[in-house]
């Protein structure tokens, strides 16, 4: 049994067949319609990008349930449901995800971004808005900004650069001067971080009701984010958070918010795109839980401190590490990776299982997604660190490369554009060959990389 209907969910319940033809095999959703990976493309051994469909669910490869789980009897191996059904299973696998971690859920006119039902009503509530304040530096804070029209827009961010939590200071300047130079309606300040072939990093200096499954990539794609504004502009507050916020019925605006810079804000409504939580209040004190992060703890195998119930997804909280050049993000990528292993980890025998070992996924951290309408491709350790060496290739408002270098190998890589380089840089992390006799020059574009290391 696999309880959530997102793309970790259905990707355990599609798969688990493929590794035991004799699998029953139920998948219980909230929702009546699911989250599905479609039009998968693989552009090397570990990277791929691919769609989520909001879908009607495969029943001819696994029962499906429409219900909400209020209990789980781990001893007698029984769910319950909202509904009052009761399900019994063998091995269970929990993909519940994550529920957006609002700022001041308590006010009217505060909104966060999650799934479909949220973004629906983010678009009937911009009807009204000729101004909203944005709070948060992630990938869906970033799309929104630039996805929405006819509205001013104030962005708060905690970061000196925006986008920071996929892009460092150098690929954000990338991004914002492109954005620019695009003739939007803006108020966006210049930045000023310069830009150098190489460096090291002891240069570089930063500043400090129930949910549905996760959006997929592109979700703004073919929906109006239309306020009531004559114009779009944007202001980016940077290094600042919010102070205090208030609720104002009887203004022209709904919300004053004063932020910790000092600067004060009048808005129709507050975005809230400040990250997830994971979704395991109901294993509290049953499961052992991460107190890092609040998710699921999963051994190698993703099984959780129960035998037999295992977790993936946003909902898992993943301890251990098959290479440096991995990391674990709340991402439809790892979604996809951790429900396609899981599927193979529970298909397998009691005596089979001490051969089970993570499969490639987890040896290089990878995703692609689109900012500022320019494709980005993180591969393994794409943030610096003391000591590495970055190179660069920037080729204004086209493409921006960024190879991350250590000991003569390739740690990481942050590729923005058409490079073409994404199959190239995954051989040379996943192989760690010895690039130093190239040095900077591997970024040269009269370089042919696929013949010299053919």
Not at 60 to 65: A, G, R, V
Not at 72 to 91: P, Q, T
Request: charged content about 20%.
């Amino acid at each position: 049994v696999i309880i959530g209907g997102g793309v970790a969910g259905t990707t355990v319940a599609e798969n688990l067949q493929f590794f035991d033809e004799t699998a029953q095999v139920t998948l219980v959703s909230a929702t009546e319609n699911v989250k599905k990976v479609h039009n998968l493309q693989r552009a090397g051994e570990v990277l791929a990008s691919f769609d989520v469909l909001n879908t009607k669910p495969d029943t001819q490869q696994y029962t499906f349930i429409c219900g909400i789980m209020v209990h789980v009897d781990f001893e007698n191996k029984i769910l319950s449901l909202d509904n009052g059904n009761m399900i019994s299973y063998d091995r269970l696998c929990i993909c519940s995800g994550a529920k957006p971690n609002i700022l001041f859920p308590e006010l009217p006119h505060v909104l966060g971004i999650r799934d479909t039902e949220s973004v629906i009503k983010l678009q009937e509530k911009m009807q009204n808005c000729k101004h909203l304040t944005v709070v948060g530096n992630g990938g869906i804070a970033s799309e929104f900004v630039v996805a929405a029209n006819s509205c001013h827009i104030t962005w708060v961010v905690k970061d000196s650069t925006i986008s920071s939590t996929f892009v460092d200071s150098v690929a954000s300047k990338f991004l914002l001067d492109s954005f620019i130079a695009s003739n939007y309606s803006s108020d966006f300040p210049k930045s000023t971080v310069s830009k150098r072939r190489i460096y090291t990093t002891s240069t570089i200096k930063s500043s400090s009701g129930f949910q549905g499954s996760a959006l997929g990539p592109d979700w703004y794609t073919g929906l109006s984010l239309k306020g009531n504004s004559t114009d779009k502009k944007i202001d980016i507050q940077y290094c600042t958070e919010i102070e205090n916020i208030s609720h104002t019925p009887h203004a022209d605006y709904n919300l004053s918010i004063k932020l910790k810079n000092g600067v004060s804000i009048e808005t129709d409504a507050l975005i809230s795109a400040t990250g997830v939580l994971p979704n395991t209040g109901m294993f509290s004190g049953k499961l052992e839980i991460s107190p890092i992060d609040g998710g699921i703890l999963v051994n190698k195998r993703m099984e959780t401190s129960i035998p037999g119930v295992f977790a993936a997804g946003d909902v898992c909280h993943i301890p251990w590490k098959c290479s440096e050049n991995w990391k674990q993000m709340r991402l439809w990528t790892q979604a996809l990776h951790q429900g396609f292993y899981v599927a193979r980890t529970m298909a397998t025998p009691k005596e089979e299982e001490k051969f089970l070992s993570p499969d490639i996924s987890f040896e290089m951290f990878s995703h692609s997604t689109k900012l500022f309408g320019f494709k980005v491709i993180l591969l393994g350790c794409h943030q610096e660190w003391e000591g590495c060496d970055c190179y660069f290739r920037i080729n204004d408002g086209v493409e921006f490369v960024k190879v991350v270098v250590s000991n003569g190998r390739v740690q990481g890589a942050l590729l923005i554009g058409e490079t073409e380089l994404e199959e190239v840089m995954e051989n040379l992390i996943l192989n760690q060959l010895d690039i130093s006799s190239l040095g900077e020059s591997i970024l040269d574009p009269n370089v042919d990389i696929d013949d010299y290391f053919d």
